[in-house]
């Protein structure tokens, strides 16, 4: 059994910085991609950023410049900083985790709350 456990979001005013944590553990013998996924109310799940096993990253051009993606493989966890946040960044964000085994993003967590308000 995986399980991801995600940290660090919160309300923040504009302008402002937060930092996402997500630790994955139990069954995953190898991991491709690690990545962060949101939501927003009336939206469709998007990805915003995501690590490849090759050390490549890549980003949804809204975040492109104001968010780095990070990952620290012996401890199979995940990190997005994210910079210059904007309201329309307001989203419950998820962690992903695809094992190399798959093609697809198998594992998520539950979900974090990041509200960008004055």
């Known amino acids: 059994q995986v399980q991801l456990v995600e940290s660090g979001g919160g309300l923040v005013q504009p302008g402002g910085s937060l930092r996402l944590s997500c630790a994955a553990s139990?069954?995953?013998?190898?991991?491709?991609?690690m990545g962060w996924y949101r939501e927003a109310p009336g939206k469709e799940r998007e990805l915003v950023a995501a690590?490849?096993?090759?050390?490549?990253?890549n980003y949804a051009d809204s975040v492109k410049g104001r968010f780095t993606i990070s990952r620290d493989n012996a401890k199979d966890t995940v990190y997005l900083q994210m910079n210059y946040l904007k309201p329309e960044d307001t989203a419950v964000y998820y962690c992903?985790?695809?094992?190399?085994?798959?093609?697809?993003?198998?594992?998520w967590g539950q979900g974090t709350q990041v509200t960008v308000s004055s």
């Open positions: 690590s490849l096993s090759g050390g490549s990253t």
């Open positions: 139990g069954s995953i013998r190898s991991i491709n991609a």
């Open positions: 992903a985790v695809q094992p190399v085994t798959s093609t697809e993003y198998e594992y």
